[in-house]
């Protein structure tokens, strides 16, 4: 299964979230879970750097580069044989590696930030998204309290946009913004979110 983590607006969580949803991924299943790294600025792979410099063990996730050529053959791969191991792509905000980390994807999440007025790129990224392929947006460094998270919610349930269960957004958390070359070892709401996209996967295939 091949998730992809795509949002053209920078800095929504996507590498954190990609990392994290492969840790969550490790831990719960305890097979091997690959991050591909799509996006030319190289921040997964950075991360997993940072980590094998620092001696934190990544445990079941691998961190590998890939292009627009790798992501189709592993489509190919993957629709040939019956793998049920994960792959998740952390795709760049544009261009064709996006749409075709896009358009391999079995699933596609779109984080964005708790803020009404980054949800015109989310909405952008999420039309972008071929029909009839999952999809759901995430909110991340959600602060529930506040009026921006509330709006960003309604604004997506005005439009009929797919969203996480509002319990699965991903709270804003001073742990995550120092996160990038660390081990996950505390998972937040990212189990759940994962939990989610399987029984969303699951349905889909029933
Ligand atoms: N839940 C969170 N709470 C607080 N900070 C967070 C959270 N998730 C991510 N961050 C921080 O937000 C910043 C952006 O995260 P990240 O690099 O994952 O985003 P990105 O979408 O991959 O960015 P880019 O567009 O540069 O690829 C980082 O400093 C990260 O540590
Ligand atoms: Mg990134």
Request: aromatic share 6%.
């Amino acid at each position: 299964m091949i998730i992809t983590i795509a949002n053209a607006k920078g800095g929504v969580a996507k590498t954190t979230s990609a990392m994290y949803l492969a840790a969550a991924y490790g831990l719960r299943y305890e097979k091997e879970v690959h991050v591909l790294d799509a996006d030319v600025q190289g921040s997964a792979s950075l991360w997993a750097d940072l980590a094998e410099q620092n001696g934190e063990d990544l445990g079941m996730v691998r961190v590998d580069a890939a292009n627009a050529s790798t992501l189709k053959r592993l489509r190919r791969t993957l629709d040939q044989e019956t793998d049920d191991g994960l792959w998740i792509v952390d795709a760049p905000p544009q261009g064709p590696v996006l749409e075709t980390a896009v358009k391999v994807a079995d699933f596609v999440v779109v984080p964005t930030s708790p803020s009404p007025l980054d949800l015109q790129q989310a909405w952008a990224t999420m039309s972008d998204i071929p029909e009839g392929k999952p999809a759901a947006v995430l909110v991340t460094r959600a602060e529930r309290r506040t009026n921006a998270y509330r709006q960003t919610i309604i604004g997506l349930d005005e439009a009929g946009t797919p969203r996480f269960e509002e319990e699965h957004m991903i709270s804003k958390r001073q742990e995550l913004v120092n996160a990038l070359g660390r081990k996950p070892s505390r998972l937040y709401e990212y189990p759940t979110v994962l939990d989610e996209i399987m029984q969303v996967m699951q349905e889909a295939n029933a």
